[in-house]
């Protein structure tokens, strides 16, 4: 007989943490499925390409699935404008060593590179071209003379400064 909460003793609800959670614990789940779906055991390699493979391949090339033959190890395909493909059929073996050792094993033994227009078709729509950052909004003035007032006693100015820009992001985010 299950207890009050629902669940059995097999199979307890994981209890939260008080405070921060990392953001992985929360997702994690809900994550792992679309992801098991292209092939990708570990969503390690989605949620950190850039980390995984260097800046500048994760800026020209997005994974996209892996497919797994009758052989030992499977096949990564990535997505990339037509101007990127010839400089990454040249990484291949680079990009092989990092993702398998993202897996701990030779999970990976081929990269296909597949071209697409800038902008992607269907297919997740992705742009290649890096973010620009949107500027942070400017605070109202007068909450941020009301959040600041006490500053003017510290006298260390970079502490100074840095709690003045503090007060200035919690209040423009709050205000958003």
């Known amino acids: 007989m299950a207890p009050k909460g629902g669940t059995s003793k097999a199979y307890p609800t994981p209890r939260r943490m008080r405070g921060f959670e990392r953001a992985v614990t929360l997702v994690g789940r809900e994550l792992r499925s679309p ?70 094993y030779s999970a990976i033994k081929d990269v296909q590179v597949t071209q697409s227009a800038p902008t992607g078709f269907a297919d997740g729509q992705v742009a290649f071209a890096r973010a620009t950052p949107k500027a942070p909004a400017k605070p109202d003035p007068k909450r941020l003379a ?23 992001n919690v209040i423009s985010k709050s205000e958003r």
């Open 146 to 168: 009301k959040a600041t007032e006490g500053l003017d006693g510290i006298q260390d100015p970079a502490l100074r400064d840095a709690l003045a820009k503090l007060a200035g």
């Open 35 to 104: 992801a098991e779906k292209r092939g990708f055991a570990e969503t390690k390699l989605l949620t950190h390409w850039a980390e995984i493979v260097g800046p500048e391949i994760a800026e020209a090339a997005v994974p996209v699935k892996v497919k797994y033959g009758r052989g030992i190890g499977g096949t990564l395909i990535l997505l990339t404008t037509g101007a990127q493909a010839p400089l990454l059929a040249m990484q291949k073996d680079a990009i092989v060593t990092r993702v398998n050792a993202c897996y701990g």
